[in-house]
């Protein structure tokens, strides 16, 4: 399969993209990320801190195009053992993930997103023993949830009063 994006770890020569790309009303519409961004460089020492306590059960994508220039982000992170979003409770006994993917505004309906965020499944169930990857999409996020199920999302409830509701691919679900 041809691919249109490559995910890239993310590193801090990227801030300045993932600053645009967050501050983007149009893009972080539906996040829950504040108007005008957040304080990137103290972003950046979390997310590092957080890295090194996960030990590879998170991680920040950059999504770089066929010329190499950043696109979008995506990223995933370790659910603990337990863990409840609105009504929907978490499998003790199954480890999991919550992943989300971000593209530039003037980029979307290109591909990139359903590319990108397959290569992020792919990542994660490839490359972490976690059998579940959830997703947190608000129910008038039509892209999003366009994208999510033709990854093979399906929704499991836990509808808050944002209208936001889980989504969730399970290994098994995804193939071998």
């Known amino acids: ?5 490559r995910l890239v ?7 300045p993209f993932l ?12 996040t829950g990320l ?6 990137m460089d103290a ?8 890295k090194r306590r996960s030990k590879g059960g998170s991680e920040q994508f950059v999504i770089l195009d066929e010329e190499g220039e950043p696109v979008g982000e995506t990223a995933f992170g370790t659910l603990p053992k337990t863990f409840q979003f609105g009504s929907w409770v978490k499998d003790e006994r199954r480890d999991a993930a919550m992943a989300d993917i971000k593209i530039a505004y003037g980029l979307w309906g290109r591909g990139y997103g359903l590319d990108a965020f397959t290569q992020l499944v792919e990542h994660v169930f490839s490359h972490t023993g976690v059998m579940d990857i959830v997703t947190l999409p608000q129910d008038q ?9 033709r990854c093979g999302f399906i929704p499991v409830g836990g509808v808050t009063e ?9 290994r098994e679900a995804w193939g071998p």
């Open 43 to 50: 972003w950046y020492e979390n997310y590092i801190e957080g």
């Open 162 to 170: 944002h209208k936001i509701q889980v989504y969730i691919l399970s």
């Open 9 to 15: 770890p993310f590193d801090r020569r990227y801030l």
């Open 19 to 30: 600053s645009s790309l967050w501050q983007d009303a149009r893009v972080t519409c539906m």
């Open 34 to 39: 504040p108007p005008g961004g957040i304080d």
């Open 1 to 5: 399969m041809d691919r249109k994006t």
């Open 141 to 149: 996020n039509e892209r999003a949830l366009r994208l999510y199920a």
